[in-house]
């Protein structure tokens, strides 16, 4: 369907104009935060493009001079936010801390990431791919969690040794460590539940971490401690 250009729209400035390519970027940006922003609240099909438009503060033309449509909207949303997922890399690098503080803030920032807002839109768009058809079970999986145990299970692997740890399995024990840490705070996320905060989540944290730590360390070294 092609849509009558808006006499309010300019036409798309020459590649020379640098203000004019700022200002296309601008509404690009505009487009994409509207549409987030009803996606994740109303569901692809629910969404209208005359109220998403007017969120973003553009006229219809411009969102289909963006985005062909609704659906490549939809997909262009979802692959800016997984485009905004932090490198796995980064969430287990911690430099050289003893190997209890690192643990500690390996959770807390997978906890935070977890129930971040970000991980939630990703989850809700999914999901909502998902009953259409348009993306594959387990993708949710695949793209924000799997990453994230890999690059845990690789450091496990290359620092077992050092750390006086004894794990047979390092994929097992990421799976063990991600559960304890993060799956009561996940859990309370997705279900509206009153979330773990401050003290509380400290708490968890360290409960979570000494356990893991008792179930691995060598036998006859001491359990690292704070």
Not at 36 to 61: C, I, P, Q, W, Y
Not at 158 to 185: K, R
Request: proline share 7%.
């Amino acid at each position: 369907m092609m849509i009558a250009p808006d006499p309010h729209d300019r036409p798309t400035p020459s590649p020379a104009s640098g203000r004019g390519r700022r200002m296309d970027v601008t509404k690009r940006l505009a487009i994409l935060a509207a549409a987030r922003r009803l996606f994740t609240r109303h569901g692809l099909e629910a969404t209208n493009m005359d109220r998403l438009a007017d969120v973003a503060g553009v006229s219809k033309a411009t969102v289909y001079k963006h985005f062909q449509s609704k659906e490549h909207l939809f997909q262009a949303v979802l692959d800016d936010l997984l485009a905004q997922l932090p490198e796995p890399g980064t969430l287990v690098a911690h430099g050289h801390q003893q190997l209890r503080p690192r643990l500690l803030a390996i959770g807390r920032d997978f906890c935070g990431l977890a129930t971040s807002p970000l991980v939630q839109d990703i989850r809700e768009m999914m999901a909502d791919a998902g009953v259409a058809g348009g993306i594959t079970p387990g993708a949710f999986w695949t793209s924000c969690a799997a990453p994230y145990q890999a690059a845990f299970a690789e450091m496990l692997r290359a620092t077992a040794a050092v750390d006086d740890l004894e794990i047979v399995d390092p994929q097992l024990a990421t799976s063990q460590f991600f559960a304890l840490v993060a799956s009561e705070p996940f859990l309370r996320q997705a279900t509206g539940a009153r979330p773990l905060t401050g003290t509380v989540l400290t708490q968890h944290l360290g409960a979570a971490v000494d356990t893991f730590l008792r179930a691995f360390h060598r036998p006859g070294k001491a359990t690292p401690s704070a």
